[in-house]
């Protein structure tokens, strides 16, 4: 099968999911980070509890499984590899989160707005 060129590639990871669903909170930082080291820009952008995941705090403590490695990690990890993590300023609230506690990692607080543009310039969206 031919692929496109990576470099051309953008990939958004639609994050929605969060801490009452651990087991699908690891994933999108492992694929994200593997799909920025083959050249693809990939962003991931949190809404609804995703949101919960940039929480100082959170992520630091939440696993996917028991025993394994934390979620923390696996973001670092994508960060690492270039992978840009975009949070839902309007989600932030309904969570009784501000900007000011995310983790370090986040590159950006957006309105939804910027959800949209992505969605129509991307290549791939992926959701979770």
């Known amino acids: 099968m031919e692929y496109p060129d990576p470099e051309d ?3 958004i990871f639609l994050m929605t999911s969060g801490p009452s669903t651990p087991q699908r909170c690891a994933t999108p930082f492992y694929l994200g ?3 920025s080291a083959m050249d693809c820009d990939v962003k991931i952008f949190f809404t609804m509890e995703g949101v919960r995941l940039l929480q100082k705090g959170v992520p630091e403590n939440l696993t996917a499984m028991e ?3 934390y979620i923390h990690t696996f973001m670092q990890e994508a960060k690492r590899a270039g992978v840009e993590f975009i949070g ?3 989600a932030l609230p309904g969570y009784e989160l ?3 506690g995310l983790i370090d990692e986040v590159d950006e607080v957006v309105n939804a707005g910027r959800l949209a ?3 129509l310039g991307c290549d791939k969206l992926i959701t979770f």
Do not use: M, N, R, Y
């Open 33 to 35: 980070s593997l799909l």
């Open 67 to 69: 025993g394994g490695k």
């Open 88 to 90: 839902c300023k309007p």
């Open 98 to 100: 501000e900007a000011e």
């Open 9 to 11: 590639q953008l990939v």
């Open 117 to 119: 543009d992505l969605i």
